[in-house]
């Protein structure tokens, strides 16, 4: 399984940015994904998940100004960030927890839960 991340950037305070990313592989089910970020210096923070029946949580940090959502057929969770100050400086890692499918060839299916981490994309706002 691999998760792609994709967007970040850099913009100027107020601005908006989204970032979107892709579990790929033998996923039989996504029982969540979301959003981490850490700032330099920082540890690793959640910044909004949301569940595959559409239940989310959203930091304190950012509620209002961000917004989550999942496409269970196309195994994406994109977030859409609003209203960016400077403090939103930070990596964002992409995070999910999925049943994979280890064993098909049989009568029963055979899976496994994990929890996967994309790779950082950088997010940079500037006053």
């Known amino acids: 399984v691999q998760l792609q991340a994709s967007g970040g950037g850099s913009v100027q305070a107020g601005g908006s940015l989204s970032l979107s990313c892709v579990a790929s592989g033998r996923i039989l089910n996504i029982l969540h994904m979301g959003w981490y970020r850490q700032a330099p210096g920082k540890q690793r923070e959640l910044v909004a998940s949301?569940?595959?029946?559409?239940?989310?949580n959203i930091a304190d940090s950012v509620k209002g100004r961000v917004t989550i959502s999942l496409d269970n057929v196309k195994n994406t969770v994109s977030v859409q960030m609003n209203g960016l100050k400077p403090e939103d400086t930070a990596v964002y890692y992409c995070?999910?927890?999925?049943?994979?499918?280890?064993?098909?060839?049989?009568?029963?299916?055979?899976?496994?839960?994990?929890?996967?981490w994309g790779q950082g994309t950088q997010v940079t706002v500037s006053s």
């Open positions: 995070n999910a927890e999925l049943y994979v499918i280890e064993d098909d060839s049989g009568s029963d299916l055979q899976y496994y839960g994990m929890e996967f």
């Open positions: 949301v569940t595959d029946k559409g239940s989310t």
